[in-house]
């Protein structure tokens, strides 16, 4: 048992020395950068998503992606955002109806988060679609003579995003 300890101790010791003698790499650029700290574990492991290009989005355009997302649940799973802004009016609440926001996490959203807008004519309900001054697309849909309301807003960074679902109905 000790001539298995001694050998790994020595082929450890023997690894560390080779690394030490290394010399260290030489930089080919003509100009000297300053020299810096090394960076902590932590600090060099936390990096930033990348953003995907916008060639990368496969519907760019809103009109194109509402199409597909109204009736994809799978890319609404993938253009939701997380969480996701909800609200809904208790008509329960007293002294009277009062409206609830919470941050919803996509593992807890109910699929399909919208209803395809190819079907709501069927249903009797109406749709609208208005930007915002900051870009966002709000996409209302409505029963006309009734309280059975829902706004859905999405930005674009780069992506189409369903960042806010509002659900107006008493």
Not at 12 to 37: D, F, H, I, K, M
Request: proline share 11%; with cysteine.
């Amino acid at each position: 048992m000790r001539r298995y300890r001694f050998q790994a101790l020595l082929m450890l010791a023997v690894g560390v020395a080779l690394v030490a003698c290394r010399p260290a790499p030489q930089s080919t650029s003509t100009e000297t950068a300053p020299a810096r700290p090394a960076p902590s574990s932590t600090a060099a492991a936390i990096q930033p998503a990348p953003v995907p290009a916008s060639s990368e989005c496969p519907y760019p355009d809103f009109d194109a992606f509402l199409k597909h997302f109204g009736n994809e649940i799978t890319l609404q799973e993938k253009a939701t955002a997380d969480p996701l802004l909800d609200s809904y009016i208790d008509a329960e609440a007293e002294p009277e109806p009062r409206k609830v926001e919470s941050r919803l996490a996509r593992a807890d959203v109910e699929w399909p988060v919208m209803p395809d807008p190819a079907a709501l004519a069927g249903q009797g309900r109406e749709m609208q679609v208005s930007t915002l001054a900051d870009g966002q697309r709000q996409v209302q849909i409505r029963t006309p003579d009734s309280s059975d309301q829902q706004t859905y807003t999405f930005a674009q960074s780069p992506c189409w995003l369903l960042v806010k679902r509002e659900d107006e109905s008493i």
